[in-house]
Structures are given as C-alpha cells and as structure tokens.
C-alpha cells in the first residue's frame, strides 16, 4: 500500500521555522519526484517545491525562494522541508506528494498532477 505522511506542521511566529517531514512508503523511492504543495482556505493549491533524486531535479517556488529548503537522504529516511523566515502567508495546509514524471514546471509552476498524496498537516504563521 502506498503512503505518505506528514508531519511537523504546527503554530509559530512569524520569522520563526518549521520542518515538515514526509515519510513514503509502497513505492520505489527513487523512481518518483516528491512535491510539497499548499492550500490555504479560499486560495488555489500552490506547488512549493519538488525534488527527484532520479535527475537530481529541485524546485522551489519563487515565493519560498530562498527560505525553505527541501532535502531527501534516501529512501529510508522522510523528504524534509525545512522552512525558516515563516511569514503569514505561508499558513496553508502542506501536503506532499509522489510523482512518477519528476518535477514538472510549465510557466514557472509546478504541476499538481501527482500519483499518490498525503493527508497534509496544518502551518500557521502569527503575525
């Protein structure tokens, strides 16, 4: 059966940091992209960043630039979202996914057609 999982979200400050963990089970790990989206109330669902171990692919939205990092060791162990300088508007529910065709960018976005999802955990950002 295939699962991810995340965990790590939470409440804090803006400036403030968060890591989200994604734990993947039921697939090949290094055959899939994994993506970390969000969806705050009300707004679209937004691609934050992706990374495939398979073409050393990583992607990060230009929102997130600069503040978030993404990391993945192997397949043993989560894909990390590590996320510093939290602002307001970051809150959003994060949800990772697993894509068997990479990290897909059309425009500058990345695309949301994924093979499988996680439920998502809550970030909310104080300001």
């Known amino acids: 059966e295939v699962q991810l999982v995340e965990s790590g979200g939470g409440a804090v400050q803006a400036g403030g940091s968060l890591r989200l963990s994604c734990a993947t089970s039921?697939?090949?790990?290094?055959?899939?992209?994994i993506g970390w989206f969000r969806q705050a109330p009300g707004k679209e669902r937004e691609g934050v960043s992706c990374?495939?171990?398979?073409?050393?692919?990583?992607y990060y939205a230009d929102s997130v630039k600069g503040r978030f990092t993404i990391s993945s060791d192997n397949a043993r162990n989560p894909v990390y979202l590590q996320m510093n300088s939290l602002k307001p508007e970051d809150t959003a529910v994060y949800y990772c996914?697993?894509?068997?065709?990479?990290?897909?960018?059309?425009?500058?976005?990345?695309?949301?057609?994924?093979?499988?999802w996680g439920r998502g955990t809550q970030v909310t950002v104080s300001s």
């Open positions: 990374i495939s171990r398979s073409d050393g692919v990583i």
């Open positions: 996914a697993a894509s068997e065709w990479g990290c897909t960018v059309v425009r500058g976005g990345l695309v949301d057609e994924y093979d499988y």
């Open positions: 039921g697939f090949t790990f290094d055959d899939y992209a």
